[in-house]
């Protein structure tokens, strides 16, 4: 082993180890204070350096005194002198033994942003990456993976079946090191950018993850190198303090309006989706958007004042004859081959009271939204839906939804039986369940109070943010708050051995009548008012 060698016995935790070995994707890894994120990021950094000799890598943070007297002490704790000796180190640059370069780079000056555009780099380290604007993150974004002077192992070029295969290639056709691109920090609002992109939680994620966007959390306990005392002392701070920079929580606790208890999330488990489609009443909700998001969801509800959402349609910028097809299509799938029953279809007010002009500024009102779902002339009859207007009041809502979200003390879960349960379910989605719920249950997450500064103080207001995404919320609340009616009891029978109850001895009689008069058919003895 060489002295510029230094060997990593066991990683700090899971999330470390999954940084550092996490490929060619925006990368996060968001965690307590002394979890180790740090670290992972400049060991990270560091594997690329040697990996790829001629390697071009940009260090970031926003701040000139936070990036020397954190960010790069950190990293020359790890970069031995050994390293760089045969090369070159300034304030600003790094030049190893190997021709690998590392710019550090700070954003608190005016031209920051200029000087970013003139990059070529083969991977970007972001520290406390938080700090920085979405348009920076971007911008660094599209400078990774054009600097075309690194050196690639042969066997890298093998994995892929030889150098012809090699997928990250410059525009004249040169063969690149993958593009990096990855940083660590703390949890943020919903209202940051580093949440709608990488947060789980975020009514974005599914749009980012394609792009290969990813982030883990780790705790600050997680770290096996940790000082318990230091762990001891951030723990004694208040809540908020703890949810940031101990234990993170993405989103904002004090400005949340909903809490999902997990014990609302169901798996789609064959079943219940078979006691949801035979044992209870059925129903479904709308939220209509013209250019934004349409969401249709469908919901049961059965005889102990439980409810179930246990599908979802969630589409934007199409007809409304795109909708009826959609929502029609996955309705069937309640009845086939029969037309399903619901006993309400709830819309948004507006689809239904809400009137469009006729020609002139003068002419009255004519028709409405709701009429399009209804149109059977230019649209397939069989797909139209007759809307009824559901409530549409704030305070209601808002306080009805918490009524049912929250877990009831006296309330038996209806998939467990345990005592301790919420009265609203979601059965999310999954690979083999792709309608299942998963904007519904995102956006209702995400809803929180508007945030006003008072007196340089920040303070939560009684009113909802609307600028948070809220179609599969507004879904959903058109329903519960309409107190749905109840679904059937399901009577169950304890029977005395060797006997049954009357109601089998019917079904039975029935089913061998059947058979009787299928076998007198087939004997060709069928015979009027007793053969089939």
Known sequence: MSSTTRVIKKWANDGQQWLVERGAAPTLLVGGINSGKTVGCVLKSLALLIKY???????????????????????????????????????????????SRTYFIHLD???????????????????QIEEISEKAWDLLDVRVGRWTGAIIPQSDFDEFGGKQNWPWKSPAGICVPPRYFYGEGYVTDEDHWLYRRFSDESPEHERWAKLGYESR??????????????????LSKDD????????????????????????????????LLDRIKHRMK??????HGDFSPTCCGWFATDHDHNIFVYREYYQKDRLVSYHRKAIFDLSMLDGWPDRPRYHSNLADP???????????????????VGDEYTDTVLMDPKTAIYWQEAENDEIVTVSRMKEYLKVDPGHRHPITGELGAPHLY???????????????????RAQQRVKATVADREIWLDERDQKIPDHGYDTTKYFVVS???LGPIVETYTSVPGEIPLVEFEKAEKASRFRKRLEERRAGVGRLGYGM
């Not at 059925?282 to 939220?287: S, Y």
């Open 483 to 485: 107190r749905p009616s």
């Open 350 to 368: 507006i689809v239904v009271r809400n009137r469009v002009r006729g020609r002139t500024l003068n002419s009255p009102p004519k028709h409405t």
């Open 426 to 444: 979601f059965i999310e989605k999954t690979p083999d369940y792709p309608f299942g719920c998963d904007r519904i249950i995102k956006e209702i």
């Open 109 to 127: 000056q005016p031209n920051s942003l200029d000087l970013l555009a003139g990059l070529e780099l083969n991977g970007a380290y972001v520290s």
């Open 53 to 99: 000799p001629g390697f071009r890598l940009a260090v970031i943070r926003r701040s000139l005194n936070q990036l020397q007297k954190t960010t790069m002490e950190t990293w020359y704790q790890w970069c031995t002198k050994p390293m760089y000796d045969k090369g070159h180190r300034t304030e600003a640059i790094l030049d190893l033994n190997n021709g």
């Open 282 to 287: 059925l129903h479904r909700a709308l939220d």
């Open 240 to 271: 908020d303090y703890i949810r940031r920079y101990v234990r993170p929580q993405w989103g904002n606790p004090e400005g949340k309006i909903f809490t999902i208890d997990p014990l609302s999330v169901l798996k789609p488990e064959k079943n």
């Open 217 to 234: 959390i780790v705790f600050s306990e997680d770290n096996i190198y940790a000082i318990q005392a230091n762990i001891d002392a951030a």
